[in-house]
């Protein structure tokens, strides 16, 4: 199976608009023996003159008239297709973007975000998916338009990340816990009872590390998959909750909130998307709705 000359359309196109070879081979900057080969190819392809002689010009033939407007619609569409997009226009956009967030996220973030969308691109619907690891694949599959959180070792070496902001561990507990009064000690802290906020099911955290290198341990009395629930279950009992403060802002409401009394690294949050999103104009626009919203 042969496959056609694109190109033939182009030249087509303006053949049939111009009416003449001399005029088209300047308007596509071609000699006009190149213009004269190129209709060859063309009358040879189509099985037709296209255009005759009629005294000093040239007139088309009824298969050339019939060809003019639609020849000259795909070549527009062509063009358009080929054109990069100049300018978004938010008000008429219609796309829904799904977005694969931590536990937390939504709530502190995601009042901002759906006002500041819906203000912007009315058209325009946010699909909040719980993150539950770290894979790359619904990024690269694009089940996954906008991934955020934690950029780690197993991220694809392809992914884009962009820095949101910087969190920091704190302890949270009920108002009434013995350690909303009096000094918070390292001591103190890892003398309570703990529960451990993990996705993956691993009973030890960056928090464990730095009281094993002040000489301590905590005592882990229950693991859970996500902040919310590591909160109300501190709301509810005399445990003590670890978790990043931005992060599980909103969801700390009505509880005691204590800096670590250790000295634990920040948590860098980010956002991923693939590399194919990278030059889409709406896409362009999310990162930055995203990006805006986390750093206000």
């Known amino acids: ?151 780690g070792a197993d991220a694809g070496p392809e992914i884009r990340t962009r820095a949101l902001f910087q969190d920091r561990f704190v302890g949270v507990v009920r108002e009434g816990h013995p350690l909303t009064r009096g000094a918070i000690t390292a001591e103190r802290y890892a003398g309570g009872r703990h529960v451990l906020v993990s996705r993956r099911g691993k009973d030890r955290g960056p928090v464990d590390e730095a009281l094993k290198a002040a000489g301590l341990a905590r005592d882990i009395v229950t693991l859970v998959g996500g902040f919310s629930a590591a909160l109300a279950l ?21 509880l005691f909130s204590f800096p670590l009394p250790l000295d634990v690294a920040p948590i860098q949050v980010s956002m991923l998307w693939h590399p194919r999103m990278d030059a889409d104009p709406a896409h362009r626009w999310l990162r930055a709705c995203v990006r805006e919203v986390c750093a206000a």
């Open 234 to 254: 501190a709301r509810a009992s005399d445990l003590i909750a670890t978790v990043p403060e931005r992060h599980s802002g909103s969801l700390r409401a009505g």
């Open 1 to 151: 199976m042969t496959h056609p000359d694109f190109n033939l359309l182009i030249t087509l196109d303006v053949l049939l608009a111009e009416g003449s070879v001399a005029r088209a081979a300047k308007r596509l900057h071609l000699s006009p023996s190149a213009m004269s080969r190129a209709l060859a190819r063309l009358r040879e392809t189509l099985g037709d003159p296209l255009l005759v002689r009629a005294g000093r010009g040239l007139v088309p033939t009824p298969r050339a008239l019939e060809l003019r407007e639609q020849v000259s619609q795909l070549v527009l569409g062509v063009e358009s297709v080929l054109r990069p997009v100049e300018h978004l226009d938010l008000q008429r956009l219609a796309r829904t973007f799904t977005l694969r967030v931590g536990d937390g996220f939504v709530e502190n973030f995601g009042p901002a975000l759906v006002g500041r969308i819906g203000e912007e691109a009315p058209g325009v619907r946010l699909r909040f998916v719980t993150k539950t690891d770290k894979d790359s694949a619904p990024l690269r599959d694009g089940s996954v338009d906008l991934d955020t959180g934690v950029v």
